[in-house]
């Protein structure tokens, strides 16, 4: 829960737009999830975080350098609703 008028900053991996990387997300994250102590690659942060009843006012995605199957990265900030 968030202080009134809190802001939730994130920073997350997830899951890519791209179908090809997708498919390799969700080949990867079984295995992902068990040497990463929990980390998952295929999830789609926009949605958890809506889901979870905030507001989303600032988002952007990108990918690091390197493998996209890891890289893809939403960061942004939201605020109760």
Known sequence: MLKPDGKLLFIEHGRAPEQR????????DPIWSRISGGCHL???IKRIIEDAG???DHFETSYLPGP???GFLSEGMAKSR
């Open 54 to 56: 905030f507001r989303i």
């Open 42 to 44: 295929n999830r789609p």
């Open 21 to 28: 990387v997708q498919e390799w997300q969700d080949w990867l």
């Open 68 to 70: 996209k199957t890891m």
